[in-house]
């Protein structure tokens, strides 16, 4: 008989129940890969399937709370460099290479929300977060062409493009890993700054 046996009998304690097995969840992420099985999941936290699944509502409920603490991590990791006081292209850099340092780090947890999505037809949660990092580069680059006396209306779609484009690269590197973060980092931001016609091997002393 499935029986979690810690006790769980008010609001606090099933909090930190759920919170316990979400760590356990993502440290077998982590230790597995990204293709850990929900069982594998329940085994972590000492319990079973059922008893996973009272506490996340279901398999969708817990792999969107997974989604949502990677989100959140590396939603920060992503925006903070946005708050430096940078160059233009200085500010473009340290943004893609925290994306990119991100997935470095994680790429287990990165893996697996790619490749498993919750069932649901709404936006989730790699959807939500583009449209968030998005949102607020978007913020800069408005800030950015208005002190430079340029057209500001250029700020929304050159966010959702940039973020678009490190997205789907990173997508890609984490899987193939062919050349160094340093060096994919150097090729997109010579890329997003010189635009196709420009964009030229960046040399060592750029990557």
């Known amino acids: 008989m499935d029986i979690d046996r810690r ?15 979400l760590d356990a969840a993502v ?3 982590r230790l597995v890969g990204p293709g850990v099985t929900m069982e594998q999941l329940a085994n972590a ?11 996340f509502g279901d398999r969708d409920g ?8 990677f989100s959140d991590d590396l939603l920060s990791t992503v925006t903070t460099p946005l708050a430096t006081d940078a160059t233009a292209r200085e500010l473009l850099r340290s943004t893609v290479d925290s994306y990119v340092g991100f997935i470095d780090r994680e790429p ?21 977060l583009v449209d968030l990092i998005a949102q607020r580069v978007a913020l800069v680059a408005e800030e950015r062409l208005r002190q430079a006396g340029r ?13 678009g484009l490190v ?6 590197w984490v899987d193939d890993q062919t050349m160094s973060r340093d ?15 420009g964009a030229q091997v960046p040399s060592t002393a750029d990557a």
Not at 108 to 125: A, E, S, T
């Open 62 to 69: 817990l792999i969107r709370a997974i989604a949502e603490r």
């Open 108 to 128: 287990n947890l990165y893996r697996f929300m790619v490749q498993h999505p919750p069932d649901r037809r709404d936006i989730g949660p790699m959807g939500s």
């Open 183 to 197: 060096t994919l980092v150097s090729y997109l931001v010579s890329q997003l700054w010189d635009g196709l016609g």
């Open 27 to 29: 440290d077998a992420i």
């Open 45 to 55: 936290g000492g319990v079973t399937k059922p008893i996973l699944y009272r506490h």
């Open 151 to 163: 057209d500001s209306g250029a700020a929304v779609p050159w966010a959702y493009g940039i973020v």
């Open 167 to 172: 997205h789907q690269a990173g997508d890609w």
């Open 7 to 21: 006790p769980t009998t008010g609001p606090e304690a099933r909090a930190e129940r759920r919170t316990q097995l």
